[in-house]
């Protein structure tokens, strides 16, 4: 599989969502949950561990194309990690950015980093580049703190460009 033009936001969500489950099976990942989208109210119901959402993509493609060569997107996918009081606070926050930084900041190894993605009924290991769907930026943002003193995340972006043939 790969991404798919008519499903392209939910592809390209749906395979970083996979890639950073994939980390959960060791330490310190294995300490978080990985959510797919902003969190709403369920996730916040079970706020049992700290957890990271992978939010729906943005389109930043410049609008220009080239007839007869491929097509890019360029796409802005908001990550975030969220902690509460209860599971670490602002030590674990600062593992879980600075494992989001390992991870996306050396592009070469993380578009070559073998994962499991499902592709229609199976499960297949895959890399972000046989996805054609290859990071190209990684940015921290800012630390967020809620009003109630209780809740502290932080956001990150990752900038992905996609590839179709026309």
Same mark, same amino acid.
């Given at each position: 599989?790969?991404?798919?033009?008519?499903?392209?936001?939910?592809?390209?969500?749906?395979?970083?969502?996979?890639?950073?489950?994939?980390?959960?099976?060791?330490?310190?990942?294995?300490?978080?949950?990985?959510?797919?989208?902003?969190?709403?109210?369920?996730?916040?119901?079970?706020?049992?561990?700290?957890?990271?959402?992978?939010?729906?993509?943005?389109?930043?493609?410049?609008?220009?194309?080239?007839?007869?060569?491929?097509?890019?997107?360029?796409?802005?996918?908001?990550?975030?990690?969220?902690?509460?009081?209860?599971?670490?606070?602002?030590?674990?926050?600062?593992?879980?950015?600075?494992?989001?930084?390992?991870?996306? #900041?050396?592009?070469?190894?993380?578009?070559?980093?073998?994962? #499991?993605?499902?592709?229609?009924?199976?499960?297949?290991?895959?890399?972000?580049?046989?996805?054609?769907?290859?990071?190209? #930026?990684?940015?921290?943002?800012?630390?967020?703190?809620?009003?109630? #003193?209780?809740?502290?995340?932080?956001?990150?972006?990752?900038?992905?460009?996609?590839?179709?043939?026309?």
């Amino acid at each position: 599989m790969s991404i798919r033009r008519n499903r392209l936001f939910g592809d390209v969500r749906d395979v970083l969502v996979d890639l950073l489950e994939s980390k959960t099976s060791a330490s310190p990942w294995d300490r978080w949950e990985i959510v797919s989208g902003y969190p709403n109210e369920t996730v916040f119901e079970k706020f049992l561990k700290p957890f990271i959402f992978v939010n729906s993509p943005i389109d930043k493609t410049p609008l220009k194309h080239q007839g007869g060569t491929a097509f890019n997107y360029v796409l802005e996918v908001q990550l975030g990690a969220w902690v509460n009081i209860r599971n670490g606070w602002e030590n674990e926050l600062s593992i879980m950015t600075s494992e989001l930084l390992a991870l996306f #900041d050396n592009r070469y190894t993380c578009n070559t980093l073998t994962f #499991d993605t499902e592709t229609d009924t199976e499960y297949s290991d895959t890399t972000l580049t046989a996805m054609k769907c290859p990071i190209i #930026d990684f940015k921290l943002g800012r630390f967020i703190p809620y009003p109630d #003193d209780k809740q502290l995340r932080q956001d990150a972006v990752v900038i992905v460009k996609t590839n179709f043939s026309t």
